[in-house]
């Protein structure tokens, strides 16, 4: 599966945007998806993820209650809706693949060496 991100841009403090990532070769609904983030001289870290069914998704603390993932079948295309955006949420947005389901014990979905396939990235820069 190849996947595409896109939506980024730049975004005052307090605003929204809704980043698509796109699948082409393969059903995005048998994967489970993560979003990752990159920020300058940062680590890459996982911010949410979804499960292959959609029964299952999970945030980090930094982003629960602001950013929100969903999956339109239809589309295959995978949405990571951010609210409340913070300078801190600068960084290059990524999202990523993986064929099985992966739980929360021990944050494993927030690994990025447990995915297969990744994007090239979009850039979110959140400033005044």
Known sequence: VQLVEFG???VQPGGFL???CAAFGSTLGTYAIGW???APGKEREGRSYISPSDENTY???SVKGRFAISRDNTKNTVYLKM???RREDTAVY???ARYTHLTSQGWSWALDYKYD???QGTQ???SS
């Open 83 to 85: 609210n409340s955006l």
């Open 117 to 119: 396939y990744w994007g």
């Open 94 to 96: 990524y999202c990523a």
């Open 36 to 38: 990752f983030r990159q």
């Open 8 to 10: 980024g841009g730049l």
């Open 124 to 126: 979110v820069t959140v």
């Open 18 to 20: 809704r980043l698509p």
């Open 59 to 61: 945030y980090a603390d």
